[in-house]
């Protein structure tokens, strides 16, 4: 079973950035999809974006495409979402999570969640 852990949040300016990372420990990241999901307070748990086992493919909500990039480096067992232009919309615990199939847009069933990371934006 692979583990994941988050890491990278805090508080930020509203127009600023941050880096957020997945890590993995448990086995290797590399066969795997991951997504990244975000849920504020009284609000639904959101998807954000998702990246396949390689990296070739990715995908990006609406709500954050053009400001958040995800990336992966397999070498280091390791997910990224750089976000960029942070609103104080975006502030919520984001949580990475898994799928073994390694593809995305393919009815993904997310697992092996982290335990997240609080981001924060002030206006």
């Known amino acids: 079973q692979v583990r994941l852990v988050e890491s990278g949040g805090g508080l930020v300016q509203a127009g600023g950035s941050l880096r957020l990372s997945c890590a993995a420990s448990?086995?290797?990241?590399?066969?795997?999809?991951i997504s990244w999901f975000r849920q504020a307070p009284g609000k639904e748990h959101e998807f954000v974006a998702a990246?396949?086992?390689?990296?070739?493919?990715?995908y990006h909500a609406d709500s954050v495409k053009g400001r958040f990039t995800i990336s992966r480096d397999n070498a280091k067992n390791t997910v990224y979402l750089q976000m960029n232009g942070l609103k104080p919309e975006d502030t919520a615990v984001y949580s990475c999570?898994?799928?073994?199939?390694?593809?995305?847009?393919?009815?993904?069933?997310?697992?092996?969640w982290g335990q997240g990371t609080q981001v924060t934006v002030s206006s």
């Open positions: 999570a898994a799928d073994p199939r390694g593809r995305i847009r393919d009815g993904n069933r997310w697992g092996n």
């Open positions: 448990g086995r290797t990241l590399s066969t795997y999809a």
């Open positions: 990246i396949s086992s390689s990296g070739g493919d990715t």
